[in-house]
């Protein structure tokens, strides 16, 4: 158990439809990374937050947001779904603000029909 | 910007044979390197990272990879294989350019024949 708590685990919605992501990372980190894994695509990097804010930009859609809650949470926000988001997110975080080691969530297994 | 080339996308050792995964980056500042292993179901997890200092780094499991600068080359060895370690495995690669962004391979599967 990395520590790094993601809901929910398994989604199927449709297209056009809006999605939210959820990731709790581990007690005492400030940084929250988020993912993309898909067959195609390998795992990409989306975002990241650290302490509330944006740091880090990879390569995430216009149609996704994420943010970082006072509480140190995250959500990620998938909106205008298409058949290609259809995709296991994975929510990670660390202590340290680069370089450390991230400690990843089981992911979120989105479907979209 | 930072990038990472894993060779090979599927690997298959029998057990007890050397592992040898490569792994290649490309960083324009001073890189952190790291292997992580997913299981299948799970997320990933840490194996051994390469921050400074040794160049010779040890991680879990018998795992340890050397970095090389002159060659950009990170590469997973392991002397014996054993069944358990069938699983993916992905090299990364941070930096600071102002935020860090871990930038991960395209994972190489390791199948381990009996």
């Known amino acids: 158990d990395s520590g790094v708590t993601q809901t929910p685990k398994h989604l199927i919605t449709a297209t056009g439809q809006r999605v939210t992501l959820r990731c709790s990372p581990r007690?005492?980190?400030?940084?929250v990374y988020w993912y993309q894994q898909s067959l195609d695509q390998g795992l990409q990097f989306l975002i990241q937050y650290y302490n509330g804010e944006e740091r880090a930009k990879g390569n995430i859609l216009e149609r996704f947001s994420a943010q970082q809650f006072p509480d140190l949470h995250s959500e990620l926000n998938l909106s205008s779904l298409e058949l290609g988001d259809s995709a296991l997110y994975f929510c990670a975080s660390s202590a340290a603000f680069g370089s450390g080691e991230l400690f990843f969530g089981e992911g979120s297994r989105l479907t979209v029909l | 910007a930072q990038s990472v080339t894993q060779l090979g996308s599927h690997v298959s050792v029998s057990e007890g044979a050397l592992v040898l995964l490569r792994c290649n980056y490309s960083s324009s500042v001073p890189p952190y390197l790291f292997w992580y292993v997913q299981y299948p179901n799970q997320g990933l997890q840490l194996l051994l990272k390469?921050?400074?200092?040794?160049?010779l780094v040890k991680g879990i499991n018998g795992f340890e990879a050397e970095f090389k600068k002159s060659e950009t080359s990170f590469h997973l060895t392991k002397p014996s294989a054993h069944m358990s370690d069938a699983a993916e495995y992905f090299c990364a690669v941070s930096a600071n350019t102002g935020g860090f962004k871990t930038i991960f391979g395209a994972g190489t599967r390791l199948f381990v024949k009996a």
């Open positions: 390469y921050t400074t200092g040794a160049t």
């Open positions: 007690s005492g980190d400030l940084s």
